[in-house]
């Protein structure tokens, strides 16, 4: 590849061909301000519309100014980023934003988080020069994710992951000029769209557009009201993520503090979402075997590969675009699902509260978990099976809210009989941890041999679509795994037609996983965040005791006190569920 | 499961549309200009059918219908008056023909009159700036329209189509 040379602020620097201006200053240490732009590095994922011109540069010889993320250096070129005429440019162009803008930063939920905000300090805005025209449209509220278009900077990154990363498509830009915004079509709110409320939007707006519902208020009046029992359950992917909302480096493991700091903020018993994911191993991991067995035995009724079912973005994306195919996914219910079934049917029992009495609260690295902790099936008579679905964010700031200093916690665990989990549970938050789960149980089951290593390597990765095979003592079980549900897309089309001989298939929605979803700690377009949380769930699963889900003591001494064996007639009752067809049928 | 309901005709005509240019994503503007000559306006339940049938999405075609002016959604009149705002024909005083129009028919633009007789709409330069102000009423085009013809030309329209 050919080299080239150019000049940046008076420092020579030789960069490959192709590369950016950005990327070029970035190189030698010249952070040139961006907003429209982003990019996460080896996950294939980048916006760079060229729209916001906040990140232009002066290029010697040339009339205009060049917006750096989209011009590619040449040979020779000589550029300021930071002369008097780039400068005011920029500032023009933030201060216009800005002239558009609701001047709420005080009370606004992005506040500390926010991308413009933090442009207009590092550009020393103190006054803004143009008053006109404010942007008067609708807020739109969704079960899971809050529309604020006025705070919308059309930097299009929401519609590129919808489209382009998810491809589920529901949000594009819509009219002209003035009135142009980020919508769903017609302009109609979320909840009657195909949203799956994945929150990847959420993930990466720079504003308050598109944010969480907040769910803390409540959690807050359920822990305060003393005739309620409220129980907690925190996913794997939480722990190793929670940190970094508190200034501590990203992949540090902070599940005792955690439990800490929840047992200080009022909850009564501090739960395990990994023990729940134990259990959906048990259940979906019967499942595959059953179908397996009778698919080796020639039974054509079954069908095959089996999809996991855990994600509530990925339940709803199919029920939306592959509803023909809504008999493949496995019936089990997700993790958060199944420990609310057994929290409100088994735990009520064992402490003799009544069902309305309990309050179950989930901690998720999700948005999607909101929405599907709300979904009809889910609730007896009107209460539901988890309460309340609060994202990894909206526990640090009730932690903040708590006066509760969290560096210096001691590290506590969690309760019993819900809170004791293997290294198989932990590894559910990061893509590829559910099927190694299931595979680690599988073999034995299956083999009635013990593994001798419980590590897949060959499962583990960032790569979007991944494939491996396990030598299930001389079966070969062919596993397919997808994160994104644009690599989803692609594998459940292979399987529409025909192509697909996949045993069993792991789709997680959001890139990364658990770890990378909606409701985690923003990562600001640095993908090395979504790494270092990986590192750090497998490095939880490696110094766990126990890691297989089918030796957890507490999971076998349920199925034996209560629901009798996997996929028993209590379990199928409260463990398991079926999909609905949501598509759009236009008919005559 | 929600249902879409469209006329079994309306069906036929887009997916044939569609058909003719392959059912390409990229041919979306064709399709539309196509579907909306046929059908007169692009209804939601259209839109719908037209992102199924090029494997697009309902809010991409939405985008695009409301990005360009000439796409509508509302059902244009029998007989739709579009006067030209084009730099000619706005020099010419075509802004105050448009409030004549507006003001006969009691009508805003994009909107078609109750009886669904006449709509008004501006659009941009017909080529015949020689003419200017250009008004047209279906595919007949009048020139040098004053404010004072307004009335006539409405008239000519009000019993059915014009003799000439």
């Known amino acids: 590849m050919e080299m080239i040379n150019l000049t940046i602020d008076k420092k020579p620097v030789v960069v490959k061909e192709g590369t950016t201006i950005l990327e070029a200053a970035a190189e030698i240490g010249i952070k040139v301000p961006t907003l429209c732009h982003m990019k996460l590095h080896d996950m294939g994922i980048e916006n760079k519309p060229g729209g916001c011109r906040v990140c232009v540069v002066e290029v010697e010889g040339r009339r205009n100014l060049a917006p750096s993320c989209v011009t590619k250096v040449e040979e020779g070129m000589v550029i300021s980023t930071s002369s008097i005429r780039a400068l005011n440019a920029r500032r023009t162009v933030t201060e216009l934003i800005l002239s558009d803008h609701p001047a709420d930063c005080l009370t606004c939920a992005k506040s500390g988080e926010c991308e413009l905000q933090d442009l207009a300090q590092e550009l020393g805005i103190r006054e803004i020069h143009y008053k006109g025209e404010q942007s008067q449209y609708r807020e739109d509220t ?41 919508a769903p079509a ?7 769209s195909v949203c799956t409320y994945c929150g990847q939007c959420v993930a990466v707006c720079p504003t308050a557009a598109l944010t969480e519902v907040d769910h803390t208020g409540a959690v807050i009046r359920a822990l ?8 907690v359950q925190t996913a794997p992917a939480v722990r190793a993520a929670l940190g970094e909302e508190f200034n501590m480096e990203a992949g540090n493991l902070v599940t005792g503090k955690m439990v800490s700091a929840l047992r200080q903020l009022g909850f009564d018993y501090i739960f395990d979402t990994d023990f729940a994911a134990d259990l ?26 089996i999809l996991t079912s855990c994600c509530p973005a990925w339940v709803k994306f199919f029920e939306h675009q592959f509803p023909d195919m809504k008999e493949i996914p496995s019936t089990a219910r997700s993790p958060q699902q199944m420990f609310g079934a057994i929290a409100k049917n088994y735990f009520t029992e064992k402490i003799n509260v009544k069902r309305e009495d309990l309050v179950v609260v989930s901690i998720m690295p999700c948005v999607a978990k909101k929405y599907e902790s709300a979904r009809d099936e889910f609730a007896h008579e009107g209460n539901p099976d988890v309460d309340y679905a609060i994202t990894t964010r909206e526990l640090a700031s009730l932690i903040k809210l708590a006066n509760i200093e969290f560096k210096s916690l001691p590290e506590e665990d969690f309760d019993q009989p819900l809170g004791e989990s293997t290294g198989a549970g932990v590894i559910f938050g990061a893509t590829g941890g559910v099927i190694e789960a299931a595979v680690r149980t599988a073999y034995e089951v299956y083999t009635g041999k013990g593994l001798e290593k419980v590590d897949f390597e060959e499962l583990r990765g960032m790569e979007g ?24 897309r692609k594998l459940l089309e292979d399987i529409r ?8 298939i792991e789709i997680m929605s959001c890139p990364g996983g658990c770890i990378g979803g909606g409701g985690q700690p923003y990562h600001h377009g640095d993908a090395s965040v979504i790494r270092k949380r990986m590192e750090a769930i497998y490095r939880e699963d490696a110094n766990k005791t126990i890691r297989k889900s089918h030796e957890n003591p507490y999971i076998l001494k349920l199925y034996e006190e209560f629901l009798g064996e996997p996929m028993s007639e209590k379990a199928h009752h409260l463990l398991h569920t079926a999909y609905f067809d949501r598509s759009n049928k236009i008919e005559s | 499961m929600p249902k879409i309901k469209l006329a079994e005709k309306t069906i036929n005509i887009v997916k044939e549309i569609c058909a003719k240019y392959d059912n390409n994503e990229g041919e979306l503007i064709n399709v539309l200009h196509n579907v909306q000559a046929k059908l007169g306006y692009l209804p939601a339940e259209v839109q719908e059918l ?4 090029l494997n697009s999405s309902v809010a991409k075609v939405y985008g695009v219908v409301t990005f360009y002016s000439f796409f509508t959604m509302t059902p244009m009149g029998e007989f739709p008056i579009s006067i ?6 706005y020099v010419r005083g075509a802004e105050q023909v448009l409030d004549e129009f507006k003001r006969q028919l009691k009508l805003e633009i994009g909107k078609t009159t109750e009886d669904g007789k006449f709509s008004i709409s501006c659009l941009r330069c017909v080529g015949a700036c020689g003419l200017a102000p250009v008004v047209m009423v279906g595919e007949k085009v009048y020139g040098r329209v004053s404010p004072q013809q307004v009335r006539k030309i409405i008239a000519e329209y009000q019993d059915g189509c014009p003799s000439s």
């Open chain 1, 497 to 504: 037609s025909g192509k697909s001989n996949f045993h069993a």
């Open chain 1, 280 to 305: 959906t191993i048990m259940e979906e991991g019967t499942e595959l075997l059953n179908r397996l067995s009778k698919h080796l035995n020639g039974d054509k009724d079954v069908k095959l590969p």
């Open chain 1, 465 to 488: 679509i991944r494939e491996a095979t396990i030598d299930f003592d001389g079966l070969d079980l062919r596993i397919g795994i997808a994160h994104g549900l644009g690599n989803a």
């Open chain 1, 142 to 182: 969704s079960p899971a994710i809050i529309r604020d278009v006025n705070k919308c900077v059309m930097c299009r990154r929401c519609e590129m992951m919808c489209n382009e990363v998810q491809t589920v498509g529901v949000l594009s830009a819509v009219n002209r000029g003035f009135d142009a915004v980020v």
């Open chain 1, 186 to 192: 017609f302009e109609m709110n979320l909840d009657h």
């Open chain 2, 50 to 53: 037209i992102a199924k049938e």
């Open chain 1, 224 to 231: 305060s009201d003393p005739s309620k029992t409220v129980i």
């Open chain 2, 84 to 89: 030209c705002m084009g730099t000619a024909c």
